[in-house]
């Protein structure tokens, strides 16, 4: 037995010294840096937990939070809705079923930087195609990504009392749907696929409508599936940063700074001003915040989940 846990170390070792290097170490280094004023101007200082509290008292750390909140509500129930719904289509057998699943698929392994340059195409607003679109059914054209107003407001005038996140986010946020969307479907079809078919049968004898089969039957039994979509999605949600960068700069974090997230605030903080220690500091504030939804989630989610 002890010649075989050598043997199976032997065998983890390079894959040990392969997370260390480049995952835990790299995380150690930069926790340290977060309690440095380390920057490139000047001389490196010892503060501690300075650059959290001074995170704390930042408005541009509370404003890129709030951008990322709006974000992740944004995209993350829609897609989940969304998802079940085209799952839910797509598991029924019907003609060119592979190539429909396919399609949606197509989003999700291509380039983020591709689809974020072809949507800010779209949202053009001189040479855009929904625009274009706009103009030919004679509505008014609107400037998209370069549009700081709220949605709530650009939509019910500027009287309205709670104005939302901007109209450049909703327009990124959309972007966002689209693209995730065909990654929670294939998650989704594995769960309906791992539902048995008894189930459904049975039900069916005992007289069970479409509605009731789907909110009795489907619905719990894709519990475990929603927790844990629901979980990746925050997660990916609250680390966005492409779509950012590339559809709404410059100007840093888009019109008036109604773009700008979390993780774009900590490459402008780290890179642009070359705080490399503020920026740590925000890239572990980050992660306490997603550690805490996760922690959340789990408490007041997974106890409705159901397992067969």
Not at 4 to 27: C, D, H, S, Y
Not at 75 to 104: E, K, S
Not at 206 to 214: E, K, M
């Amino acid at each position: 037995m002890k010649r075989e846990g050598m043997i199976g170390l032997a065998l983890l070792l390079p894959a040990i010294v392969i997370v260390f290097v480049f995952r835990l170490l790299p995380i150690i280094y930069s926790f340290r840096m977060s309690l440095f004023d380390w920057g490139l101007a000047g001389a490196i200082r010892f503060v501690l937990f300075g650059n959290y509290l001074e995170l704390l008292h930042d408005p541009k750390f509370l404003a890129a939070l709030i951008n990322t909140l709006y974000y992740s509500i944004g995209v993350v129930p829609p897609t989940i809705i969304g998802a079940l719904f085209f799952a839910l289509l797509l598991n029924r057998p019907f003609r060119a079923r592979g190539f429909f699943r396919t399609l949606y698929y197509l989003p999700v392994v291509t380039s983020i930087v591709a689809i974020s340059v072809v949507w800010r195409w779209l949202y053009n607003p001189d040479r855009g195609l929904l625009n274009l679109f706009l103009k030919v059914a004679g509505l008014n054209t609107s400037q998209f990504l370069n549009e700081p107003n709220g949605i709530f407001s650009f939509l019910f005038g500027p009287s309205s009392v709670f104005a939302g996140p901007s109209v450049a986010l909703c327009c990124i946020i959309l972007m966002s749907i689209w693209k995730e969307l065909g990654y929670c479907i294939i998650i989704y079809l594995a769960g309906l696929q791992n539902i048995p078919g008894q189930y459904h049968e049975a039900a069916r004898i005992d007289g069970a409508g479409r509605l009731q089969a789907f909110f009795r039957i489907t619905l719990p039994l894709l519990s475990p599936t929603t927790f844990y979509v629901l979980i990746m999605m925050t997660i990916t949600s609250f680390n966005v940063f492409g779509p950012i960068y590339v559809m709404t700069g410059p100007p840093p974090g888009g019109p008036l700074s109604t773009t700008n997230v979390v993780v774009h605030f900590l490459y402008e903080e780290s890179f642009k001003m070359w705080k490399l220690g503020y920026g740590s500091a925000i890239a572990f504030a980050l992660f306490v915040i997603i550690f805490i939804l996760t922690r959340l989630q789990k408490v007041l989610v997974e106890k409705r989940v159901h397992y067969e």
